[in-house]
């Protein structure tokens, strides 16, 4: 019996929607003396590496990370296998164009969704990725999480979203545009009990990375 005539049964469960790993990671970390922030050290390693190993143990077997700030000296130092790596030249202009040049890189894959973290939140783990990833209905799905109440990262956007939320990711705004508009549509994610939000934006800040 050939593959083609087999009972339908004995293909097993269907695969489950892709979600992508989406990890911006182009900043040049102005206020921590120009250094880049996938570059900062932690646990011995670069903080880019940490931030690619969560979303893979949160369930992302699709992984594009965006470089900007010395994008070159990323490539050599850190240990990436298995993820795309996206170069932003317009990394200058803000957050928006990491966002709009990361979910571009995303349209070839398949993927259903969109799973978007920050590389200077190492607080941040597997197990919330996992639940916000969970969230996952359709290409039109809006997950974010939330911490005590507020909402954070990382985020999640359906395939159907992406053009719109490219539309109004402009400087350092990100998605704000496109999540203020749908805030009715965000399914908020509680991830209070395993994850801390903080970044990794200042000289005081770099205490978190030990």
């Known amino acids: ?18 979600v992508a790993g989406l990890l911006l990671a182009a900043g040049g970390g102005r206020r921590l003396g120009g250094r880049p922030k996938a570059l ?12 690619v190993r969560t979303l893979r143990e949160g369930g992302c077997a699709v992984i594009h990370v965006v470089l900007g700030a010395s994008a070159e000296l990323v490539r050599e130092r850190a ?17 928006g164009s990491s966002l709009r040049a990361g979910l571009a890189s995303l349209k070839e894959t ?11 939140q190492p607080g941040i783990g597997p197990r919330a990725v996992a639940r916000v990833r969970a969230a996952y209905r359709s290409r039109a799905s809006l997950a974010a999480a939330s911490y005590e109440g507020r909402r954070g990262h990382p985020v999640l956007f359906g395939a159907d979203r992406w053009a719109a939320v490219a539309a109004g990711a ?3 705004k990100g ?3 496109h999540l203020r508009a749908h805030r009715d549509a965000i399914t908020l994610v509680d ?13 005081a800040d770099l205490a978190h990375l030990g």
């Open 170 to 172: 402009v400087g350092d």
């Open 175 to 177: 998605a704000r545009d």
């Open 1 to 18: 019996m050939d593959a083609t005539s087999r009972h339908p049964l004995s293909a097993g469960p269907p695969a489950a929607p892709p």
């Open 40 to 51: 900062l050290p932690y646990r011995g390693r670069p903080l880019v590496e940490h931030a």
């Open 79 to 95: 240990e990436l296998p298995g993820c795309v790596l996206v170069d932003n030249p317009a990394w200058e202009e803000g957050m």
């Open 110 to 120: 398949g993927a259903d969704a969109a799973l978007v973290s920050l590389v200077d």
């Open 191 to 203: 991830c209070s009990d395993v994850a801390e939000p903080y970044d990794i934006d200042t000289e």
